[in-house]
Nanobody
Framework: QVQLVESGGGLVQPGGSLRLSCTAS????????LAWYRQAPGKERELVAA???????NYADSVKGRFLISRDNVKNTVYLQMNSLKPEDTAVYYC???????????WGQGTQVTVSS
């Protein structure tokens, strides 16, 4: 069983920065696809950024050029560096880990990010 523990959320002013971290237990981290999703009140959960096992990345259009996803396979940790934050980035951010063999998905508990002056 894989557990994901997130940290780094909080309150930040518009234009500020935050770095989210998600650390996984277990031995499948290096072969897993990793991602960050977010869900704002009254909205569907949406993909923010993803990174494959070979470090290919993908971003939502709304965060391109502002957010950076990275992974450290030694520390079993995935990061989301968020810069130039906007009020519309306010949401609960969830860490995601997925494997193909076996086909499994895991979610973190979520961490609140609030962008407000």
């Amino acid at each position: 069983q894989v557990q994901l523990v997130e940290s780094g959320g909080g309150l930040v002013q518009p234009g500020g920065s935050l770095r989210l971290s998600c650390t996984a237990s277990g031995s499948i981290f290096s072969v897993a696809a990793l991602a960050w999703y977010r869900q704002a009140p009254g909205k569907e959960r949406e993909l923010v950024a993803a990174i494959s096992s070979n470090h290919n990345t993908n971003y939502a259009d709304s965060v391109k050029g502002r957010f950076l996803i990275s992974r450290d396979n030694v520390k079993n940790t995935v990061y989301l560096q968020m810069n130039s934050l906007k009020p519309e980035d306010t949401a609960v951010y969830y860490c995601f880990l997925g494997t193909l063999i076996p086909a499994k998905v895991y979610w973190g508990q979520g961490t609140q990010v609030t962008v407000s002056s």
